[in-house]
């Protein structure tokens, strides 16, 4: 039964992102490749399995129920390290515990309950300490961390392995804000060391960072937009050359002559001046086809544009949200999109009639999970657990050095597992 809709995700392009941001950022930093809110919407297992063939050296989720879906879809890499970076919640912790995650420590109390378990169940467990440097929405308050630290060390199965942080202008991290952030976070970091902790990973860059901030590289990164071929600023599109591996399609269902005067859709919001010629295509709210297109806003032109856009949306005269492209050209949205399907002007285009493809712009990350991704490139057979590994996945020996160079402690080595050749 073909779909209304799909997604074409091209591996090969996600897997070049990571290789091309490695370029800029060295071989020797470990990478988090982060695949949260099922990795953008691309699909977590399939990221997962590309970022870690391509050299990833760990996964980072948002909450313990996405570490614990893609545990078991990763045994080709033994046990990769997954890092939860959102709050430790009681009922969450066995979870955690049993898929062998590692926990972010936001409070005192999270660190003991997660000891307490882990005691409990006779398991070691290693765990990150998400520090608040300025984002003031997460992580533990800096005054707390030294205590924290000085907490676990009357603890016998929990190891704080990890300390980290999060830029608040994610977006311009070579800012004066951002480098305040980082100098809180390395004083954090020296302090700890003066008092005789050493976590062996010290990470606080995202992609922006690790492009524009060599100083923030540390002893790890997380990468998320990059992987995805978006650029998180401006100023990295001279630094890495990027492919868009996402492509949401459809086709047109039906084609509609509009009469001067006469409207389509709900409320008559587009009421036609001329006549209209008027494809209708079957997607709609339903399907996270409500967004704005995800744009840059890295030149004045761009800001200016996001201004109108709102002051629009004030008096309620925006354009519809979403974007269209037929035959690489874009096509206005007519009227507001409905629950299911929504009208777009083909006025001019004869070449347009049922059955053509159209493909739509919208933010990723809401496209409806029911809507087919399908995977395309060489790295796609990845995704047949039962074939081979893919060409160029690291050795075990790389990974073995890369720990000792970082000073990973022997236990978090072994957890990882590359694919034999």
Same mark, same amino acid.
């Given at each position: ?283 709609? %709210? @339903?399907?996270?086809?409500? =967004? &704005?297109?995800?744009? #840059? ?7 200016? /544009?996001? *201004? !109108? ?51 739509? %712009? @919208?933010?990723?990350?809401? =496209? &409806?999970?029911?809507? #087919? ?7 796609? /057979?990845? *995704? !047949? ?37």
């Amino acid at each position: 039964m073909k779909p209304t809709s799909w997604v074409e995700i091209d591996l090969d392009a996600v897997s070049h992102n990571l290789r091309a941001a490695r370029q800029v950022i060295g071989d020797i930093v470990p990478v988090f490749a982060v695949v949260k809110a099922d990795a953008y919407g691309h699909g977590a297992r399939a990221i997962a399995l590309t970022a870690l063939a391509a050299g990833a050296y760990g996964l980072a989720v948002s909450t313990v129920s996405e570490g614990v879906e893609l545990r078991p879809r990763l045994r080709r890499f033994g046990t990769p390290p997954i890092l939860v970076m959102g709050p430790l919640l009681p009922e969450n912790v066995d979870d955690a515990l049993e898929n062998e995650l590692t926990p972010s420590l936001w409070s005192l109390e999270e660190a003991q309950l997660l000891e307490d378990r882990a005691r409990r169940r006779g398991q070691m467990v290693a765990a990150h300490v998400f520090v608040d440097t300025g984002m003031g929405t997460m992580g533990l308050p800096p005054h707390l961390v030294p205590e924290i630290f000085h907490q676990a060390q009357g603890f016998e199965h929990t190891v704080l392995e990890g300390l980290y942080s999060h830029f608040a202008t994610a977006f311009a991290p070579d800012g004066p804000f951002a480098r305040q952030q980082l100098a809180l976070f390395l004083r954090i970091r020296d302090q700890l060391r003066q008092a005789g902790f050493q976590p062996p990973l010290c990470h606080m860059a995202n992609s922006a960072a690790a492009l524009l901030m060599p100083e923030a590289r540390l002893d790890a990164v997380r990468l998320g937009n990059i992987l995805y071929g978006e650029h998180p600023s401006g100023a990295t599109r001279s630094l890495v050359e990027l492919r868009n591996p996402w492509a949401w399609k459809t086709t047109v269902v039906s084609i509609r002559n509009v009469p001067s005067g006469g409207s389509l859709g709900y409320g008559r919001d587009f009421v036609a001046t001329r006549p209209v010629r008027a494809a209708i295509l079957p997607v709609g %709210l @339903a399907d996270g086809f409500m =967004v &704005a297109a995800v744009r #840059p806003m890295s030149t004045l032109r761009h800001l200016g /544009r996001a *201004l !109108a856009l709102d002051i629009l949306r004030f008096f309620g005269r925006a354009p519809s949200a979403g974007q269209v492209l037929i035959g690489g050209q874009p096509v206005p949205v007519l009227g507001r999109v409905a629950m299911q399907t929504c009208a777009v002007d083909v006025s001019g285009r004869p070449d347009v009639r049922p059955g053509t493809e159209a493909q739509l %712009l @919208a933010r990723r990350a809401s =496209v &409806a999970p029911w809507v #087919p991704r399908l995977y395309a490139g060489n790295m796609a /057979r990845f *995704l !047949a657990l039962d074939g081979p590994g893919p060409a160029g996945a690291p050795a075990r020996v790389r990974i073995r050095r890369l720990a000792a160079r970082h000073q990973v402690p022997p236990r978090m080595a072994r957890r990882w597992r590359a694919p034999k050749a």
